[in-house]
């Protein structure tokens, strides 16, 4: 007959209190071997000791009760340790990487409160498609692109002309010149007419920040989206996005994971 240790000497013989073993048999990390239908007593085989080993290992390493019987559970008991820390290890680094970042993002967001400038937020939303029309150009200045706008506005029946409307900057002034795509929202499909183009602004996940409609205003948001961005390992996905919003601007930079 196998030998079975009764919960006490198991206890002794582990170094786990007695309590915690009870503790592990009610979530289901380790049940005994056996329970004595009239006396309640739980007996444990020698076997056990090992499975409370391996329990204990993952445990000192920072796993959660949680996380170590569903690993258990999954795993069974055919799998090697080797094939279980490894498993471990990758879960430990993705929590040490989001970690790292989030620490990076702290520390970005205290550096900003030490300048003269209030810090400018930056929030992430999710765009959906818009039916536009619109008219691209190389301009001189930024302002510039505001005549292609009125154009645009001109050509376009009233009834047709949706709330949003803005400048697409396919390029700016650091890339050495300037081209910008003034577009308006439309309520439904228009005929193509030679001045403008129809199409579409695209569904996109995007980086936020608000300014005024002055140049300084605007730098100051341009450049706190993109040390955000580069905080967090984002590059653009696409043209930067300028809405208007009456005396306001919402500056969007369609993201991509880097």
């Known amino acids: 007959m196998a030998v079975q240790y009764r919960i006490g000497e198991f206890s002794n013989l582990s170094g786990v209190s007695a309590k915690t ?10 049940r005994p071997a056996s329970v004595d239908s009239r006396t309640g007593y ?3 085989l020698p076997q056990q000791l090992e499975q409370l080993a391996s329990i204990l290992a993952l445990k000192n390493l920072g796993v959660s009760l949680a996380d170590v019987r569903h690993l258990i559970c999954r795993v069974g008991p055919s799998r090697d340790r080797r094939g279980l820390l490894t498993e471990l290890k990758r ?6 990487q989001t970690a790292a970042q989030s620490l990076d993002c702290i520390n970005a967001a205290l550096e900003e409160l030490q300048g003269a400038r209030p810090p400018i937020p930056v929030v992430v939303k999710r765009r959906p498609a818009v039916l536009i029309a619109s008219v691209r150009a ?7 692109i505001l005549k292609f706008e009125r154009e645009l506005l001109n050509a376009l029946p009233i009834d047709s002309i949706g709330d949003l409307r803005g400048v697409l900057w396919h390029r700016c002034a650091d890339s050495g010149s300037l081209e910008g795509e003034a ?3 439309l309520k439904h499909k228009m005929p193509l007419r030679s001045f403008y183009d ?3 602004l695209p569904a996109a996940t995007v980086a936020c920040a608000y300014s005024g409609l002055d140049d300084d205003s605007a730098e100051q948001a341009y450049i706190a989206v993109r040390k955000w961005m580069n905080v967090r390992g984002y590059r653009l996905a696409g043209p930067k996005r300028e809405i208007y919003l009456d005396q306001m601007l919402e500056i969007q930079f369609p993201l991509k994971s880097a």
């Open 21 to 30: 073993l009870r503790f592990y048999d009610e979530i289901g990390l380790l």
């Open 42 to 44: 739980r007996h444990y």
């Open 91 to 96: 879960t430990i680094e993705l929590s040490m």
């Open 138 to 144: 190389k301009v001189e200045s930024y302002t510039e």
């Open 183 to 185: 577009f308006v929202a």
């Open 198 to 200: 129809l199409g579409q």
